[in-house]
Structure formats: C-alpha cells, structure tokens
C-alpha cells in the first residue's frame, strides 16, 4: 500500500507564481523524499529531508517536515514551465521506500 | 553504465504469456527496488532488495509475480499468466545505501492484450 498522500492531486498555476504542494504519511520514518516525474516515466531525486530536520532549500526549492503532524510540504518558488511534471513524496522507514499518488503540477507560460 | 538501465522499454505480450523484466542497476548500488504505475496512478511498491538479505516481498500482488537479483547485480522481475490488469510501466530504481537517493530507470511499458 502506499505511505505518503499528497495533496491536491492536480495543481495548476502561472509562470511565476509558486507552488505548494503537501505530503502526509502514517507511520515513523527515517527521512522523507520528494521526486519528479515527467511523462509517466523514470523519477529524478529533487531533495532529501531526515526526520531531524524541519526545513531544507535546494535552489528555487523548499521543504519542510512536521513530524509531530506526519507532514511535508514542497515548495517551487518563481515556477517555470518546465516544472510541469508530477510530484511524489516517498517514506522511508527501516528498508522499504514508499510513495504517495501524487500532485499533478502544469505551470502556464 | 551512469544510470539504472531497464529492458526492454515497450513489451505487448498476449494475455497468458509470461513476460520477464530486466533491471541492470547502478554499480555498487547494494538496494534495488520495483513499482508498479498503472496510468495516472502512483508507485505502487512490489519489492525491495537490499545487498544478500532476503529481499522484502510484501509488495507483490500475487505468486504470478516473482523476482530475482543476484548479490548486487542484475534483477529480473517475471510475470508469469499474464493479465490484461498487468498493463502498467514497471519501474525500477536503485540506491547507494538502503535509505539514501534512489535512481530510477525510464521502466518498461508492459501491455496484455
């Protein structure tokens, strides 16, 4: 089954704006990560957050985590149209490393 | 190779056949892991290896499902029966140490029909 739950599913915004997308998940967990996904293919690794941690910047990047909430959130600042793609959270606990369904991100030129 | 290599990337195979996935990880990448993605859906996990233990197979849907990997090399993930509910790009993805940054391969685009 899947750990994270994003939120919205689907986000769509103009160039320049920022987006936001959230993550919530159930059980403990080591760290907690976010990925891309363009064209329903391989995922790349956007930023890496450990369950120490409450905020991490990664160029026009932001995450935060809550573990008091079992929350994340994602931030992209000024967004460009080739940030259209979707977002995953994925858990990781002990060995496995679970994702969510996903937020469906189109920015508009 | 520089990245997780997946073969083959497109497979249409008849319903009742079996198919086998290959999934050629990072060297040195000791975790391995593949997920299902039907279309428009998430990752859906089916299973993880991690250097000689054995592997975690809480993920696989059904004993249709099986996998295989090597120590630290090449797996293979084979569907035997196959079903039209298999369509789906099977993605599989490695990582340097079990918790760390996975990479993925542009997975295989499986379809029964």
């Known amino acids: 089954s899947q750990q994270g739950e994003e939120d919205p599913q689907a986000l769509s915004i103009q160039e320049g704006e920022n987006a936001t997308m959230n993550c919530s998940y159930k059980?403990?967990?080591?760290?907690l990560q976010w990925y891309r996904q363009n064209s329903g293919r391989g995922l790349v690794h956007l930023i890496l957050?450990?369950?120490?941690?409450r905020e991490k910047h990664s160029g026009r990047l932001r995450v935060t985590l809550d573990t008091s909430k079992k929350s994340s959130s994602l931030l992209i600042t000024a967004s460009r149209a080739a940030d259209t793609a979707s977002y995953f959270c994925?858990?990781?606990?002990?060995?496995?490393?679970?994702f969510g369904a996903g937020t469906r991100l189109t920015v508009k030129p | 190779g520089a990245g997780v290599s997946q073969s083959p990337s497109n497979k249409v195979t008849e319903k009742g056949k079996d198919v086998e996935l290959r999934c050629d990880p990072i060297?040195?990448?000791?975790?391995l892991y593949w997920y299902r993605q039907r279309l428009g859906q998430g990752l859906e996990f089916l299973i993880y290896?991690?250097?000689?233990?054995?592997?975690?197979k809480s993920g696989l849907p059904s004993d249709r499902f099986s996998a295989e990997r090597t120590g630290e090399s090449v797996s293979t993930l084979t569907i035997q029966r196959t079903q039209q509910e298999d369509s789906a790009v099977y993605l599989c993805?490695?990582?340097?140490?079990?918790?760390?940054?996975?990479?993925f391969g542009q997975g295989t685009r499986l379809t029964v029909v």
């Open positions: 994925a858990t990781r606990a002990d060995n496995d490393m679970r």
């Open positions: 059980t403990s967990i080591n760290n």
């Open positions: 957050i450990r369950s120490n941690e």
């Open positions: 060297s040195g990448h000791t975790a």
């Open positions: 290896f991690q250097g000689n233990s054995a592997p975690d």
């Open positions: 993805a490695s990582s340097l140490q079990p918790r760390g940054e996975a990479f």
